[in-house]
């Protein structure tokens, strides 16, 4: 998962520094202890988790992905000095606090089913015949509240025993598969799994097909834009930037609908 290098435990004031793509510290940046797997490390306070341990010494074999809360591959478990309660987060995107007790749980052992999605039913009874474990939810929602991303899981899960697949495809959109609703499920649901089929199944035989994309996909098989792609393999970086700095540019929070460019001819 993540190997210790070395530990860089100090209170002295800190030179600037890069400890990666974004973190930057400003001399004298103040630390604050946190623990990690129960040892405990003096960090900047302004970095992430991910950041903080980097900085504390680890290497992210595994646990580490997009770095940008997409992808699902850092969960981690913390809990606050003086709360009892356990909270969730990603560690690419969770900020240190002072004393915060953590643990990272890159992947949570959950049952998949197999299934040849060219020939599945675009039913909630194919999903409860490959997930039947579906029904020994107890409406605890422990899913819910561990989900770092905020998706009403227990909402989705409802859904599914109402036979909505729709409804959990839409309920569960902002899922990213990092697994911590299975690894505090009562009845041993592997919802992320569960909520990826309905997904997919909506996605394939649900959803209306987007006609606009259809016609966009013919286009681009028919040839409109390789002389487009052509042109802009062959030109030289200057050219490319010239030509990115004075593109034109839909202006920010505009209504839709309301904004075309003037240049039309790959529309
Ligand atoms: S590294 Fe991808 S979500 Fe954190």
Known sequence: MINERTCQCTTEPMQPMATGDRAILPKGAKTIPIYVMGKKYDVPETLTIMKAMEYAGFKFIRGAGCRGGICGACPTVYRKEGDYKLHFGLACQTVVEPNMYLAQIPFYPANRATYD???????AEAIYALYPELFRCV???????????????????????????????QLSFDCIQCGLCASRCMGELPQYHIAQLARRLYGKYIQPRAEHLQKRVAEIEAGKYDKMLDDLTTMGKDQLEKLYKEREREPDMAPPGTWMPKDTQYL
Not at 117 to 123: H, L, R
Not at 144 to 165: E, R, W
């Open 117 to 123: 999605i060219e020939t599945i039913e675009p039913t």
């Open 139 to 169: 409406a605890c929602n422990n899913c819910t509240k561990a989900c770092p991303m905020g998706v009403q899981v227990l909402d989705y899960i409802s859904a599914l025993k109402q036979g909505d697949v729709a409804k959990a495809a």
